[in-house]
């Protein structure tokens, strides 16, 4: 998909009163499976969240995955099996979670990162017990519920200079590792270091009402698209993350579509944006 046309210069100027208002603020980004089969695309993230960084703004990456694990699985004859939108985890997919996000995915994004000198770090949420979670239910084998994040290893490596991406894995208070939905990991991530924006890139034109994108929504708002099932399915998780991180300090969150090129640039420093932010009342 290709941008709506702009000329150069006035896109630099518009630019600047937002280069402005957010330097040394903190964003947190996450991206899923959704956008993670286009080598070209995940590139270009790589390109954004890199030169938001070298503006001065802080980034923080949270990654999913979802597609990539289904897909090892598969190969190993391993069958993934779904309850309301979260992968049921036995031990055995556990070790495949922690595999394809932990190792080729999370690496993945540090290395075209750290391309463009982005100084990007790989962690999970096992390292420095980043993510502690609680278990969601039997049903669901290991899988976690984050009850707490290590902010401050967080901070220090952006003090540090550092771009952090996360691996959204957990361990429970006995050290057993759980496997987390991404978007769930993202909004206290985003919550616990007060970021400013969190920024979810999927595979659509933000939050939809008959496939016309809504470019604004208040939590009520938001809360009245869920409850009328107009909000389904992946979108449920990301919403309802976003609406925990508003509550929790986060100033806006926005949904964007990863398929269009440089749509995090877009949608950071242009005044229409391309996707659905969603602030507070
Ligand atoms: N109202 C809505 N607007 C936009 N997308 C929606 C809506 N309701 C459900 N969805 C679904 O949510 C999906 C995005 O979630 P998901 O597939 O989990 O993406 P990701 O892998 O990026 O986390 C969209 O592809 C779309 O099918
Ligand atoms: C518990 C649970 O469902 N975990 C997810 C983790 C990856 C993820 O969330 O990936 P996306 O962002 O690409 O959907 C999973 O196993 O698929």
């Known amino acids: 998909m290709t941008n709506p046309i702009f000329r150069k210069e006035e896109v630099l100027v518009e630019a600047l009163p937002f280069i402005q208002q957010f330097e040394g603020k903190t964003f947190v980004v996450k991206y899923g499976g959704a956008i993670m089969t286009d080598e070209n695309l995940k590139s270009m993230i790589a390109q954004d969240v890199t030169l938001l960084r070298k503006i001065g703004i802080n980034v923080v990456v949270v990654h999913g995955g979802g597609k990539e694990i289904t897909s090892l699985a598969d190969k190993l004859e391993i069958e993934s099996k779904f309850v309301d939108g979260q992968r049921y985890t036995d031990e055995n997919m556990r070790d495949v979670v922690q595999m394809v996000l932990a190792g080729l995915i ?58 952090p991406v996360i691996a959204p894995i957990g361990v429970d208070e006995n050290g057993t590792i759980h496997n987390v939905n991404a978007d769930l990991a993202a909004g206290p991530i985003a919550a616990s270091i007060n970021a400013e924006k969190l920024v979810y890139i999927t595979d659509t034109d933000g939050v939809q009402v008959n496939n016309e994108r809504i470019s604004h929504l208040t939590e009520s708002e938001s809360q009245k698209l869920i409850n009328e099932n107009i909000i389904t399915g992946g979108m449920i998780p990301k919403v309802e993350s976003a609406l925990a991180a508003i509550d929790a300090g986060v100033q806006k969150v926005h949904i964007i579509n990863g398929k269009v090129e440089h749509a995090l640039l877009l949608e950071i420093f242009t005044k229409e944006g391309v996707g659905t932010e969603i602030v507070n009342e």
């Open 106 to 163: 999370n690496k993945d994004i540090v290395r075209r990162i750290n391309i463009h000198g982005g100084r990007a770090v790989g962690i999970s949420g096992i390292d420095a017990n980043l993510i502690t979670v609680k278990n969601v239910n039997e049903e669901l084998g290991l899988v976690g519920e984050v009850t707490d994040v290590n902010s401050s290893f967080i901070n220090n490596l952006i003090q540090n200079g550092y771009l």
